[in-house]
């Protein structure tokens, strides 16, 4: 059987074309070219979470290690509990659905999300240096906030999500409390000082 030129053209695996080797090198250029815009990003990224969380350790500088910050301190209602449903009488039929809206009203109007309510962040000293940890079941590792790309997107999420404004309640809450502490020093101290 003879075949024919185009018979036997038809029948051959095609080949990818080679892609001349100019192309090849534009593509890698392209390829360092974002690798490097990727790597300076991610270093502003690092610098700008880095200096956020100096500046909140300023905020917290006479607190000690291990030193606690609670999201949910942003919030002015806890969180609705998920009802006992075999607990009879417990809540009204449709009354956790409306604290819950209520709670998710409220956290809004605050700027804050509600998936905020249960993150907590401490203080700690890390490889030498004083840090600002995320606690969080998604990184078993104690990290600090800006010591790498994925801590500092977590971290930058966070404040998306309102951070800074449950620190700042978290702070005056703290002023409160130094002020109450305060009264009750100098009340004591001025009884001392009658009795000398």
Known sequence: MNLTSSQVASATPAFPTVEPMADVIDSLKRLERLGDEKSKTVQKILEAAEEIESRILQLYVE????????????????????????????????????????????????????ELYDRTYRIENLHGRRRLIRNSDISSNDEGVSENRDAALRFADDIAKGLLVTIAEDLARQQQENEKALA?????????????
């Open 184 to 196: 009750a020093l100098e009340s004591a101290k001025g009884r001392l000082a009658k009795t000398k």
């Open 63 to 114: 607190c000690q290690e291990g030193t606690t910050i609670r999201c949910s301190a942003g919030f002015s209602q806890p969180r609705p509990q998920i009802p006992s449903w075999d607990v009879p009488g417990e809540r009204a039929p449709g009354q956790y659905d409306s604290e819950c809206r209520a709670f998710e009203r409220d956290a809004q109007q605050r700027g804050l999300s509600v």
